[in-house]
């Protein structure tokens, strides 16, 4: 098992942008410490958050390190309106 983070730029311009590039990362990174960079982001679809969190869940099952940094105000909105804290990510738990 590596120790190094790998590192995916999530690039979401609109609410129906593809996924597949973060799916595909999700599946090459199964051993690794992984972060998610939101800093493009201008809103987070219902079905990324539900692959965000399934994915945290499963790395954090598995002892590995799962991060999503640069939470813009736009993605911060987004969680709100989807029932999350705006600062769900940022919690000690789950950095």
């Known amino acids: 098992m590596s120790t190094e983070t790998q590192k995916h730029n999530l690039d979401l311009p609109n609410a129906f942008a593809d996924l ?4 595909a ?3 090459a990174s199964r051993d690794k ?7 493009t982001v ?3 679809p219902s079905r ?10 499963q790395w954090r099952s598995e002892g590995l390190g ?4 640069n939470i813009n105000e736009g993605c ?3 969680l709100t309106l989807l029932g999350l804290e705006p600062n769900r ?3 000690e738990e789950t950095v």
């Open 89 to 91: 990510f940022e919690d």
């Open 33 to 39: 410490a992984v972060e998610i960079d939101c800093s």
């Open 42 to 44: 201008t809103v987070m």
């Open 66 to 69: 799962f991060s999503v940094t």
């Open 20 to 23: 597949d590039p973060l799916i």
């Open 48 to 57: 990324c958050l539900q692959l965000l969190l399934g994915a945290e869940q």
């Open 76 to 78: 911060r909105k987004s």
């Open 25 to 27: 990362f999700f599946g």
